[in-house]
């Protein structure tokens, strides 16, 4: 167990729909990342989060947004779905200020979009 | 987006038998992170390097990172049925509090007892 938590552990939803996907941290870790894992294009950084505010963007999609919230979680929202959306998403945590941190991944969140 | 360079993709070896995968890059990265990934869960970390030259073991698991910092390996001895699973390479670059990482896309591991 990584300590990282993430909700729901499956969704199924419809092409055009809205999800949200939900990480806790580490506790004491401020830093939040969020990796989408698909077949084809393997695990891919869309964003990172640390202490509140935006910190990284990687390959992440104007759809998706993410926030940071006060208490440390995070949230990660994919609007108007296509069937290529379909993935794991993953969160991962760090303590996240300095350099040599690991990062601690979360179970993941399998997406469904039909 | 960046992709590192993972081979093999996958292997199917005897229970007793070392194992050796490598990653390259175009680009540097000062860490280089190997991940074992198990169906249904997340990455977990096996070992980090974070200086080039650095060679490194944690248990029957010895992995490099490369003197040009484009490259690392990762050797696993004598393997056992628990080593199945997906193994992926990680790099990444440090700068202003971000650490984002860049992967391989696996090796996928099978061992026959």
């Known amino acids: 167990d990584s300590g990282v938590t993430q909700t729901p552990k499956h969704l199924i939803t419809a092409t055009g729909q809205r999800v949200t996907l939900r990480c806790s941290p580490r506790s004491g870790d401020l830093s939040v990342y969020w990796y989408q894992q698909s077949l084809d294009q393997g695990l891919q950084f869309l964003i990172q989060y640390y202490n509140g505010e935006e910190r990284a963007k990687g390959n992440i999609l104007e759809r998706f947004s993410a926030q940071q919230f006060p208490d440390l979680h995070s949230e990660l929202n994919l609007s108007s779905l296509e069937l290529g959306d379909s993935a794991l998403y993953f969160c991962?945590?760090?303590?996240?200020?300095?350099?040599?941190?690991?990062?601690?991944f979360g179970p993941g969140t399998r997406l469904l979009v039909l | 987006g960046q992709q590192l360079n993972q081979s093999p993709q996958s292997m199917f070896i005897q229970e007793g038998e070392d194992v050796s995968m490598n990653c390259t890059s175009s680009?540097?990265?000062?860490?280089w992170l190997w991940y074992k990934q198990d169906p249904g869960e997340g990455p977990v970390l096996l070992i980090a390097l974070y200086k080039a030259g650095e060679l490194t073991s944690n248990g029957r698991l010895t992995a490099q990172f490369g003197i040009t910092r484009k490259d690392s390996f990762l050797n696993i001895s004598a393997s056992i049925p628990s080593d199945v699973g997906i193994y992926f390479c990680a790099g990444q670059l440090w700068g202003g509090s971000q650490g984002n990482l860049i992967f391989g896309k696996g090796t996928k591991l099978s061992v026959k007892p």
């Open positions: 991962a945590s760090s303590v996240g200020t300095t350099y040599q941190e690991t990062q601690y």
């Open positions: 680009s540097i990265f000062n860490t």
